[in-house]
């Protein structure tokens, strides 16, 4: 009689065992950790904050498709050479398979056919070519089709009478392909010099992380030399220089703010100013630009550039 008149809840609980408890685990994705605060951030909030850390501003990688979204005016973005795709030149294997199911497995999981995405955008109704590094492919390394994207891409804003953009990350070199990876780094040079004969601006933005052959070559050979805040740039990495020299190296060592103040970049730009100073930046430059599709002696370039992308399009392996 006394559980009659019993004051409890009209429901409930049931009892959950903890081994329930345990299978029902948080999705991943949903929060990332900012490996410089510590911060735990949930992920939209990340994406929304143009994926910087609300508490200290540490930039996280953006991806190449992220970053033509942060940059081009609303259905600007024309992709160039989708269809070079990387082959197997040296018959490279490893343990885990052979280089082209590495290749296959990577374009699956990034959803990018290459490691560089080229392409012409309009930045505040300024156009512009531009190539962009996305590191999610193996660590954005520079192999063949790299650099030769990048090459025809330079071609093209030569034809166009276009500035370029390049938006640069990379581990370096792409040690499946040996030797014909560090050609790329005297083909990209060579192909830039063409558009600066022309006075054609190449503008550089060095992002988080960009080390080997891709910071040895064309992207600190630019006119104008950018950095994201507290990107890593360098050649070699700090531990092995540290072992090579066997010396402590000077704090914050290859940090962007370290390049600045030494001389090595023209400026760092956060995300939320990049679009609007190179909007600012560009419009500088198309105030002197010679008329579209000359040179600066006035003679057409498309012809010479034609026939160049199409010699190099044959030395692509694939």
């Known amino acids: 009689m006394r559980s009659i008149f019993h004051r409890g809840g009209k429901f ?31 992920n939209r909030e990340l994406e929304a904050n143009l994926m910087m850390c609300p508490k200290c501003d540490y930039h996280h990688r953006l991806g190449a498709r992220q970053r033509i979204e942060l940059l081009a005016d609303e259905g600007t973005f024309e992709e160039w050479d989708a269809e070079v795709l990387t082959g197997n030149p040296l018959g490279f294997r490893e343990t885990s398979g052979t280089y082209e199911s590495r290749i296959a497995k990577t374009r699956s999981r990034s959803g990018e056919n290459e490691s560089l995405v080229t392409g012409s955008l309009v930045i505040d109704g300024k ?9 999610s492919f193996l660590g954005a390394s520079m192999g063949s089709v790299f650099g ?23 581990g370096g070199a792409r040690m499946h392909e040996g030797l014909f990876s560090l050609m790329q780094m005297a083909k990209t040079i060579a192909t830039l010099r063409l558009m600066g004969e022309a006075k054609l601006p190449h503008i550089s933005l060095l992002t988080d992380p960009c080390y080997g052959g891709v910071s040895a070559s064309y ?94 399009a044959e030395a692509v392996t694939g």
């Open 148 to 170: 030769e994207k990048l090459a025809r891409a330079a071609e093209r804003a030569l034809e166009a009478n276009l500035p370029i953009i390049t938006v640069n990350a990379s």
């Open 219 to 312: 992207a600190m050979v630019a006119d104008v030399i950018w950095a994201e805040p507290g990107a890593l740039i360098g050649f070699a990495g700090p531990r092995v220089i540290e072992s090579i020299t066997k010396q402590k190296l000077p704090e914050g060592f290859q940090t962007a703010e370290f390049l600045l103040q030494h001389g090595m970049i023209d400026g760092i730009v956060g995300r939320p100013d990049l679009r609007t100073q190179l909007a600012v930046l560009l419009g500088h430059y198309q105030r002197v630009q010679p008329a579209a599709g000359t040179g600066s002696n006035g003679k057409a370039n498309g012809t010479t550039a034609s026939k160049s992308r199409s010699t190099k």
């Open 127 to 135: 156009p512009t070519a531009i190539t962009i590094a996305d590191f």
């Open 12 to 42: 409930q609980p049931l009892p959950v065992d903890d081994d329930d408890r345990l299978d029902q685990a948080v999705p991943d994705g949903l929060w990332v950790k900012c490996p410089k605060c510590g911060e735990l951030i949930y």
